[in-house]
């Protein structure tokens, strides 16, 4: 059978993490959270108290850094993180670190020969323009921003974090902006990526279209 690589792009809060995790979970595909590894760097970044600045620091701390996945987890320096990196903290962080041409090359190497030689779903900002450019799969995942901001804030809160809606909408906010504006590769639809807007679509319409789309083939 021929391969399935898929690849999602769309903004934070969009939902791409758990659509993905679905889809692959019917096709049988593997899921490639690419958000998580940008997110596992700005952690270390933190942990080690290393400057948020593209420098020699950096391109050090990167030589000595692994990333990978097992069973859902994501696993930094063969550490289990995938907790410790859902914080609002660590998602500005990774939003900071995502910035760096540095960090971007490390992390799209590893993704690509990630993508090289099994069934993947992947999602993140650049999957569709730069990572799987070649997928035969392509969707650019979005929602209203107040959408995304109540889902985010909902999933925040029943995680026991204290924040307010407001903090959490202007969080969403600055981060697409920083997204969508910084140098190296901004997030942008691909132009053969097909729009998917789940502001008013259930998980399973999102979920059952795409799957829909692949199947189809
Ligand atoms: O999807 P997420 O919220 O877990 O992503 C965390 C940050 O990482 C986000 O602000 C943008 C960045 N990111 C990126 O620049 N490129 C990707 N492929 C995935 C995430």
Redesign the pocket.
């Known amino acids: 059978m021929a391969r399935i690589t898929i690849a999602i792009d769309g903004p ?1 809060g969009a939902g ?1 993490s758990t659509i993905a995790k679905l889809v692959a979970k019917k096709l049988d595909l593997d899921y490639i959270d ?3 590894m ?2 596992a760097v700005g952690y270390k970044m933190l942990k080690e108290g290393i400057p948020m600045v593209e420098d020699e620091t950096l391109a050090e701390m990167l030589d000595r850094t692994t990333i990978d996945f097992s069973k859902g987890d994501t696993i930094l320096d063969g550490q289990v993180v995938s907790g410790l990196i859902r914080t609002q903290e660590i ?1 500005k962080a ?2 900071d670190c ?1 910035a760096f041409a540095t960090v971007r090359k490390k992390l799209v190497e590893l993704q690509q020969a990630m993508g090289k030689t099994k069934n993947v779903i992947m999602d ?4 569709c323009t730069v ?1 799987l450019k070649d997928a035969p799969y392509k969707f650019y995942l979005t929602a209203s921003e107040d959408e995304r901001a109540r889902r985010r804030h909902k999933e925040l809160v029943e995680k026991g974090e204290d924040i307010t809606f407001e903090k959490v909408l202007a969080d969403i906010k600055e ?1 697409d902006y ?2 969508s504006h910084r140098a190296v590769t901004p997030l942008k639809q691909a132009e053969d990526a097909l729009l998917i807007d789940s502001s008013n679509m259930t998980i399973d319409e999102v979920v059952n279209f795409i799957c829909d789309r692949v199947n189809s083939r």
């Open positions: 934070s791409k690419t958000g998580a940008y997110r998602s990774a939003s995502s993140g900002r650049d999957i990572v981060r920083n997204d």
